[in-house]
């Protein structure tokens, strides 16, 4: 058997209509602050110690391929998003094709759900993998 190496993911690019708005949605949605002094070629957005989502607009076509981003959280963490979900209004849904249902999972005995940010991807949280 292979044994895993220590692999940690600094960084990821993220496409976006309005780098600086997507930021923004992120930010308020999962309780971050964003500086938009920090603002240059990406819109940083530090996600937790060791993870920055750079958001960009400079594309090179009229579309962008839709992404998944999913993000294990602790129960209090997953009471605080998902309370910002439904205050903003954000349709919500219990699997990744049924993103509307307004309805969350339970597998694994778990908790998740899926909703899209402004330029379509899909972000899930999860508390148990």
Do not use: C
Request: aromatic content about 14%; glycine content about 8%; hydrophobic content about 35%.
């Amino acid at each position: 058997t292979r044994s895993l190496v220590t692999i940690e993911l600094n960084h990821t690019i993220v496409p976006a209509w309005d780098k600086v708005e997507s930021a923004k949605f992120f930010a308020k949605i999962f309780g971050l602050s964003f500086d938009e002094g920090e603002v240059g070629y990406f819109a940083p957005l530090r996600m937790n110690d060791t993870l920055t989502f750079d958001f960009d607009d400079d594309l090179d076509d009229e579309r962008f391929d839709i992404h998944h981003y999913a993000f294990k959280v602790s129960e209090a963490e997953f009471d605080a998003i998902f309370g910002r979900i439904r205050a903003e209004g954000i349709p919500y849904g219990s699997e990744p094709h049924s993103r509307d249902d307004m309805k969350i999972n339970h597998r694994g005995g778990g908790r998740g759900v899926y909703f899209q940010d402004p330029n379509g991807h899909i972000l899930e949280l999860l508390t148990i993998t």
